[in-house]
């Protein structure tokens, strides 16, 4: 199975603040990687797919890159509601596999 | 629009199954496929399976092989997941997701644009 490794597991940041989150695959994943929001008791949201595709709806300031192995999801202006928990999720091969989340706090 | 309603939370003990549905509506059932995800309490994420609307293909984590089962009713317009030998490390939030993708270039990718509110199942003596 493809491990998924994020970093970091948390961190705290303030309004205004640009903040980068990191996945590593074990292998490569031919940008098959979507970023997931999900606040306390909701279900998960999808805010980037193919690696660096912004899904509809999802504020400008989400930004996805990365190729091979490494992917990083970049907020460029965190706003107060964006406090949540990221994760990424290889969709390359069987069985799909979600990053550990990365918890971004005030 | 695209909405993902799944069945009540469900209190179960160990050894016994669950059976969780989503009914999927605001597009064509059988273009998609469901994918199951499911979250301890205070843990991250962890996908279970995937099956596909339109033939009923399936694949799930090794984790639940031979414990899950995943089928549609494109009828109703309805994806099920059902669990055996419950434990109580399956006490969880269960989540349905619509997934969609493309291949381009000889590249496919695949996403999971809407999910359900998801389920509670507990597992307790």
């Known amino acids: 199975a493809i491990q998924m490794t994020q970093s970091p597991s948390s961190l705290s940041a303030s309004v205004g603040d640009s903040v980068t989150i990191t996945c590593r695959a074990s292998?490569?994943?031919?940008?098959?990687l979507g970023w997931y929001q999900q606040k306390p008791g909701k279900a998960p949201k999808l805010l980037i797919y193919?690696?660096?595709s912004l899904q509809s709806g999802v504020p400008s300031r989400f930004s996805g890159s990365g190729s091979g192995t490494d992917y990083t999801l970049t907020i460029s202006s965190l706003q107060p509601e964006d406090f949540a928990t990221y994760y990424c999720?290889?969709?390359?091969?069987?069985?799909?596999?979600f990053g550990g989340g990365t918890k971004v706090e005030i | 629009h695209v909405q993902l309603i799944q069945s009540g939370g469900d209190v179960k003990k160990p050894g016994a199954s669950v059976k969780v549905s989503c009914k999927a509506s605001g597009y064509t059932f059988t273009n998609y496929g469901i994918t199951w995800v499911r979250q301890a309490p205070g843990q991250g994420l962890e996908w279970m399976g995937w099956t596909s609307a339109n033939n009923g293909n399936t694949n799930y984590a090794q984790n639940f092989q031979g414990r899950v089962t995943m089928t549609t009713d494109t009828s109703a317009s309805t994806a099920y997941m059902e669990l055996r030998s419950l434990r109580s490390d399956d006490t969880a939030v269960y989540y349905c997701?619509?997934?969609?993708?493309?291949?381009?270039?000889?590249?496919?990718?695949?996403?999971?644009?809407?999910w359900g509110q998801g389920t509670l199942v507990t597992v307790s003596s």
């Open positions: 999720l290889q969709d390359y091969d069987y069985p799909l596999t």
């Open positions: 193919a690696a660096s």
């Open positions: 292998q490569d994943i031919k940008d098959d």
């Open positions: 997701a619509r997934r969609l993708g493309y291949c381009s270039s000889g590249s496919c990718y695949n996403w999971f644009d809407s």
